[in-house]
Each structure stands twice: as structure tokens, then as C-alpha cells.
């Protein structure tokens, strides 16, 4: 089989890690094996059989003319099926799948008959509005363009088939031919939901060809001058971050899932460039993302009006915005940046959002996803089986389908390991040796990681020391502990391996409390629970009896860990005693508002609670759910 | 000169209350009376010239064919001058003016001429848009017309002119003659953005024709089947009160402006037909709405996706829309709730908005305007010359006009004093006779109430009691003491009345601390500071030196009243001492989540701050701004 990396940097002269492929590392764990096989049994086939029944598989029939119709739903649907083909291509990786190919067959067939003879292809822009093609940015041609690209990318590295790929070459140069410099002939023109820069970068990966990533830098340096209108009358500059050249950005503004999209494209450009000023703009905006614009769950979005970010500290628990794709794409662009240096601060947020934002937007039986992960809720949001936008089902999709590839990287000699869960992996290093590993773990329930080399060698094995672990973490090697100080958030054992070496990673995972920025208003005075990666919240279902949001968890209060075994397919729960406020239990339920009782506050009842992992809310019966709990 | 009340329930069956003339009453204080100048001298001719620079009297212009040109703005832009001459009209009231008097008397010339033949006036369709008349119940024609009749109305009563008057008539006509029962042969309509229901209920006073009245029912019962449609696919059926037929409404849905504006309405239909349903669905929403969907400072709104409602207690201080359209429409319908029976909760309600909400929207020099009304920001938020969408500006122009129409009202034998402010009225009782009083206050600053009868008579005197008002309240007569128990908010004195008679009401003004239900999850553990109906809070112009974010208001500190004299025109400060944390303080910026240190929040330095009332905000130097102080 060809070689299939998630992202290929392995040729990308700015980028110090390459790839290892999907298919190398075979997850042998619980946690993720189990989910990537319910991506394949249920989550993929119920994503086609949607994208069958809401007629976005019928848009490209009328689009082709093998079915009479009119085409239905957004404009944007056609990304839906490419997505989907994306998880698909992904899905192949490791697991030869003859009933999964024919589908993916029939749907590329599909595609391959709607595209127009000069390569165009998008199902909305056909008929009478075929002479809107490319009139407004706004409309999702690239987008959809993009994801086709990915979509053929992926369905080629983990196949070798070119039926995808072939369509998507021929929209790419469409594209490349028509937008560009007007000095060369070309006629103005970038997306207004980006997608295309990072599918691009990829398409001049597979094919080496260097007008695509010409076309990368063109779309980049081509916005930031409001040339892209605003097409909707709704939305400002920014929404489609068309306010400022790209490298004057200095925080993330506007729709979240464009905004971090468009960085994911950035990243791939300066990996193959090198350009200074692309990277300190990247790592200003990611700074701002980290330290003023990110939920705790890793969720990206504070706003509905405008699905996207707000103020500095602006970050209501409620009505956060918290779009699953962008958490998605948080994932996608903290691994490119990951792959430019091998800085653990880039893994420890693909980790949190992974855990806590990515998985809490699909059921954990993968039939219903949440669009929004709020962090409060009073029972009424609830995950749906699809969506009229329906960008975040097959986003899950294609990240569990990839995830093998997010584990490991290599460099000079030098097998990373940047995500623990057990798995067996056969690792390329860049001189051609061949590492073979395997890894024990019950993480993220427990700390202890081991790894088996089952290759003898001089290599050095890197491994990372999560974000989240304070201290009293150690290592050893056969046995025998070792020091090392991590060094961006990695330690390096240099050594000539046996096979059948131990190493054994003990990092410890105590319930914590976490406090944000004070400026962060909503969260003054309250604090979440966090175990080793894993964001925690209470659930009206396992605490009945009084409403989770009234409850205080004063700092002194004792927490412990147990397991779950029999819960959302077995987890870690904490435990403890809160306290209730008697002035809030009495409360008069007709008073909104009223003079605050000099004995407000100063008693209290007590009351056991239970907190589960965030990731798996909203499975049982309805009810408030809380992250934020009061300190008094 | 006619009689002239704001909304006139003198021959409605179903209202307890009768009106006063807006001109029956002169303001003699500082507060109101300066405001009312301004409104004159400033506001009013500041819209006008708005109204002409941005083209909306152009629009009509074009639409009659005196120029050459194109609509320009939104669909909805003719109601700005409708409004601006109801604001005009009010402002008459009391005070001719020959010069506002030909402005006036210009604009309606311009609408005549727009009219159409059939009657239709809505200058944005016209030309190629004329074939989209009435196709789209969104497209705000007959919110329009609705503003164009409450103009008319005032008008009309202010000065007993006829000409803005006919040309609304012409146009609820035809109105009239379209829409309704199909088996009159009518057809199916309703407002998108209710208006012209109580517009038409109010041109039913004005001519006595039934036909207006009976399309109100109309209007009213014909919505609530999802006829409206959706027709910018944007929102559900509720942001348009098309989810529900009326009757079976029982909170405080979608779009807020809208939601209120059709409950004046439908009050207003009570007032005629007394049908117990309404009654009860209203007051199943007044209910919803002050206990569970309202701001303290008597916004409405919690959401900028839809310009609307949330869940119950959802009540966000920072990203709360409150736009002050939806506290004039609190105020208005209050107003018209308060006058089917005279309960002091609805004019308690009233109070709140007006001080708190309405008059938060436009800036002490009557220059600028706030869309949203937010209880927390970081600084950005600063009031607007104009907008875009300009409906604030003249919904604060016309109540200012009109508020001498508010103060006092009417029934068999008595009059009901509801809102103090200095003034000189002469009230006509529903037997024909006119009673001068006088009255002398410096409220809001100070709840002292001065009444003096200077007409003999027996008659009853009601006065409001308000609802912030806890204990120690007193009353007298020429010096003697008085002990009544309020009913439904107000004290009556009934007795034989000398010219001369003083009568006292002594309101004690302590400064309070406000807190909210334990389910308006944003105001947990935080109180906000009143004295009487008005808002406190502190900006960062007043409390250099520390984000007053972070201050902490122990429940037990000292809060002091002081006199302002020459901040915001005169107001009442309130001082004391508030704690900071020194954690907060020494917050690492770079950090936005870290585990909570064991010290967090018990050490804590000292910092004397300064309130200043809520409508005063945003006069001055930017900075953050806080209403709601955690108390620990």
C-alpha cells in the first residue's frame, strides 16, 4: 500500500516532523478502537444513507441528468458527500473494506458525472444558475471544491485509486486557471469559507505540482482587503476574516470554523515556504486562541449571531457557540503546527479539544450530533440525528476515521510519540528503518503508558509530558527510573534499543479544579473538574434531588476517582460532597429579583454528587448539565 | 384644543382607566422637563436632518416621482419618519411650534404625494418591486403603515390637523378592504413585525369605525397557524409570534420588539372586547416576562441571534440584546395593562424600563443612541449616531414626547397619580370636571412627593406606592399623618378637597442590593445596587486603578449616597468600599485556565469605588462597565 499520512509534510522543508501513515498504527485500546469501528459499522453508512434521503446524492443526479429534478437543501450540500468520502478514504486505512469501496465507488461515480466538461462541478450552480457561477465568494464553490480535494487525497493514499482523485484534479485546475493575478490573465477571487488553501496544499503534495501551492499563496495573500464584499448583508469583514492581510491578523475573529480553516491552510503554506511573517501571525493568533478565546473543552466560538468568536474572555457557558467542526479544525491546525516544530503545547490542545469537543459532538451509540457544545445547559439541548448544515457529522467522522495517523511522528532518527492510547505501529523513520512499537495504556483513565520496542536500534524515542500533568510523573526504562527534564513538552531517551525494551510513562492524573482568567466574568468564582485530559460536568441524571446548577463545591471538599465500568462504555467518575445555598432552595419561584436577605448564602445543605466526562453528556434522561461549578 | 391622550381608553369598555391629555400636564422639573427640551431643541431635529441625509425622505421622493432615482436602505426605512412625526406629533402637545409646525407639515407632504392611488404607500415598493407588494408578510409594509397611523393619530390630537391623518386612513382602508376572512372575500395577512395593531386600535378611537377594530381582531386571530411562513429561512416560526395562535401563548417568544408590540395590541383589543382569553394569555406573559425573561433594568431580549428571547432566567449581562425598542414596547405595554385596572405592578414596570432601559438608549446630549442596553462590557459598546436600522432613535424621541401623557389617569371621580416628576396638570374627571393640581419632587433622587390641590371638590386622589418601596413609607395630609394600606400598589384619599391642600407622600430611597433568582445562572453570587427605580453602575471613568470587573461588594460594606451635581445633568452617586483579590490581581495574563490555587481568593486589598446611575453609562471615557458585583 502506498504511503498514507494524514497530513504529508514528509517532503515540507519548514515543517520538522513527517507523518506517520494511518495505516502503520493499529489502535488495540477500548477507547478509540471502539469508536473508529462504530465509525464504520454505524456512523459512516448512517451519514450515506442520509446523504441519500435528504437528496444530496440526488442533486448530483439532476446535476449529471441521470435524474429529473430540482436540486434541494444549501448550497453547500455536495461538501456533505465529499466529506463523508473523506472518512470513507480514511476508514480504508488498515481495514480492506470490499463493501465500503463499492459504496465510495458508486458515490465517486456519481461525482465524476456531475462534473462539467471545463471541470467545474457543484450541483447547486447548474440549470438557470449556472451564470451565478462564481459571483459571490460566499457561496461555498471552494469549500466544496476543498473538501473534494481532501475527500480524493485521502480516498488515494489509503487506496491507490485515482477515480476521485482524477475529479478533483480537474476542479483544481479549473480553479487554477481561472483565479489568480490579473497581471496573469486571471480574474480576482478567494473563498468565503475557507477549505480550499489546506486541500490544495495536499493536491501539491500527492502530485507535486507547484501551481497548487502557488494557488495556496494566491487565495492567502489575496484576502484581508475586503474584496470579498459582504454578500448576506448580515455579517462584517471579519466573518470571513477579509478585514486584515492575513499577516496583520493578530487573533482570531469572526465565523470560528473559516477563521481556523483558513490558519490550517497558513500553516501548510509557510511549512512549504518558510515565510516569517505567515508564522509569527500564526503564532500570535494562536496565543490569543490559548490565553483569551478557547472554552475549557477547547470549544472555539462564543457567538451564535455570527457561529463564531467574540470579545477577549468572552466566554458564556450557555449560549457558547462551541461548534463542533470548529473544534475539529482546532485538531486539524494545532497538528500542523505540530508538525512545524514538535511543541507539546500543539498536542495538548489537539488533546483537549479531541476529549472534550470533538467526541461530545456525536451520541456515543454514533447516531445524533451536537453542531453546539455548550458548557450549561438546562435540558433542552439535545444532539440530532443530522442537520439542514450538516458540516459537523462527517467531521467527527473523518477525524476518528484519521486517527491512527495523529499518534506518532518521525524526524531525524526520531520516532514521537505525541497520544497515548494502545496500539501497535509500524513506524518509517526518514532513512527507511522500519520501528516497530507497541503500546499498553488505559488512558485517559489512567497515566501509565507502556511502550514495547520490538525493534532493535539506535533511534531516539520522544515522548510527550501532557500539559496537564503538574508533577510526580516518571519514567522508566526495563525498570529502571529515569530523569529527564521535558523540553517543549517532550522527553528524548536516546539509546541503542533491543527489542522487547520497556518503557514505562507513570504520569499522575488527580482530579483537579481549574479556575479561569478573572476577566473570563462568567466562570468568576467557579471552578471545573478536570482529570488528566479529560473535562468533567454533572449531570441532572446521576444527581437528582436538587438542580446541578445551584450546587457550590467549596475548595476543601473531597473528590475521588472510580470506575465506571457500566457507563458510556466505561469511564472514570468523580465523586464528592457539594453544598446547596438554603436561600436558593426557598427561593420564591415568582421573584425574579429582590433585595438581597442579610442571610443569603450563609447556610447550607449538602449533597453528594456525581461528575462524568464531559465527552459523554446528554445520553441518558434530559436534565441541567453544569462544567462551572460555584467555589461559595 | 382637542383632547389629546397617548393611547385613549376614555369610551373603551374594558379599561378601568381613562387617559389624560399628553397637554393637560406640564413638567416643571429638571429632570423630565430638560429631557423633553432636548427632545425638542436637539433629538427631533437631529432625526430630521438624519431622515434627509440618509435618504429616507428621498425614498419618498422617488416613490411620488418628484425626483429621479433609487430606494435606497432597508424595506423598512419609511417608518423612521413616521416615527419622527409621531415624536413630533406628541411633542406639540403643550408647546405649538410653528417652526416644528412646517417640518412637520413638509414630510407629510412628501408621504401624500407617495401615496398611491388604491392607498398603499411603501416607498420601497415601487417600480420594479411594485409586483412584489404584500407577497412577503416580512417585508414590514404593514409595520410601516402601522407607525403611519400612530403618527396620524398624534398628529391629529395634537393639533387637530388632517392632513397626515387622511392619508392614513386612505391607507388602513385599503388594508382594510385586502386583508381578512376569505369567506368575505378577503385574503389571508398578518404582520410579520407587529405594529398596526394597535395602531388601528387607536384610529378606532380616533374615528369610531368599527371596521379598524374589527381587522385588529382579525390581524390578532390570524396568526399563530405558521401561515406567516419563514420567509428569510433564518428563523422559526416564534420569532414572529406565528407559532402559537395567541390565545395559547404563555411566555415571552422570538423576536422581543415584536412580541411586546403585539401584546399592546392585543391589550388594547381587550380594552374594547373584554374576551377573557386575551386577558389571560396576557397576563400568562406579563408573568413569564417580569419573572422569568427580564433584565433588572427592564430590557428585554437575551439573544442577538434573533434580536429575542431565551430560556427562562437566561439573562446574560454582557452579550444581553436589550435593544431599547423592546423597553419602549415594555413601556407601552405596561401602559396599556396598567390602564384596564389600574395595578400599580404594571406602572412599576413601566418605571424600571423608563429609567433603566429607555433612557440608558440615548446619550445626555440627545446625540446617540444604543441599539442593545448591555449590564456588563468591556468598554467597545458606545452609543451610535444613527444606524442602519434607526428604530431606537425615534422609539426614544416619541416617548419623551409623550410622557406627560403618563403620569396621571382617570376614573369615576378619581384621579390616579402613577410616575412622579414635578409638574403643574389639569385633569379632566370623567364627570367634566377639571382639577389643578401641583406637584413637587426631586425623584427619582429623593422619594418626597409634594401634591397641592388647587381645585376644592370631593374627589378620590390614588397614589402610586411603587414596588421598590419596602417599608417606612409615609404619607400626610396638610401636615397630618395618614395610615392607609395600599391596594394593588396605591393609596386613595378620598375626602372634600380645599384649594390648597398639601399632600405629602415620603418614599424612603435606601440604596438596595439586588439579587436574582439562583437560576439566572449569569447573576449567581452577585448583587446589583438600586435606589428607588433607579439602576446602579460602575464604570472605569469612576474606579481608576483596578477593572471594576474584579471588585467584590461584601454584603456587610457601607454604601453611601451622595448628590452629583454636575455629573449626567444631577444625579445621586453611591459610594463604599469594594475588595479585590489579590489572586485576580496577580493573574498571570499569559494563563487563561490554571489549576486553583489553595490561597485563590482569600487575600484581598481594598478599593473605595463609585456608582453612577445605569442610564448615565457611556457619557464619558470608555471602559468597562459592570452592574452586577459579585459579593465574594
Redesign the interface.
Known sequence: MAFAPVVDTTRSPFAQLRPVAVDAVTLTDTFWSARRQLNREVIIPGQASLCESTGRVDNLRVASGRKEGQFEGWFFNDSDIYKLLEAAGWQFAGQPDPELDALVDSLVDEIAAAQQPDGYLNSYFMGEREKRRWTNFDYHEMYCAGHLIQAAVAHHRTTGKRNLLDVAIKFADHICARFGPEEQGKVFGTDGHPEIEMALAELYRVTGDQKYLDQVQYFIDARGYGRLGNPFGRFDKAYHQDHLPFRELNRLEGHSVRAVYLNCGATDLYSETGEPALRTALERMW?SM???Q?Y?NGGLGS???NEGF???Y?L????AHTETCASVASFMWNWRMLMLEGDGRFADQMEVALYNSVLSGISLDGTAYYYQNPL?D?G?HRRQQWFPVACCPSNVSRTLASLPGYLYTVSENTVWAHHYASNSASITLPDGRSIELAQQTQYPWDGKVSLTTQTAGQYDLKLRIPGWV?EGWALTVNGQAITLTPVKGYVTLSREWRSGDQITLDLPMPV???????????N??R?ALMRGPVLYCLEAVDNPGV?V??LLLP?DAPLTVSAAPDLAGGVSIVQGTAQV?A??LA?D????????R?A??SQSTTAAFKAIPYFAWANRDPGPMVVWL???
Open positions: 496565543e490559548t490565553t483569551r478557547m475549557i457567538r451564535h449571531e467574540g470579545t477577549d468572552e458564556p457557558p450557555g449560549r450549561l438546562d433542552a503538574r483537579e479544579r481549574i479556575e479561569s482568567h478573572p476577566l473570563a466574568v462568567d468568576q468564582g471552578v438542580d446548577r445551584l475548595d445555598a436561600a436558593d427561593w419561584q415568582a421573584a425574579l429579583y429582590r433585595p438581597r442579610p443569603s448564602g460555584r467555589t461559595h
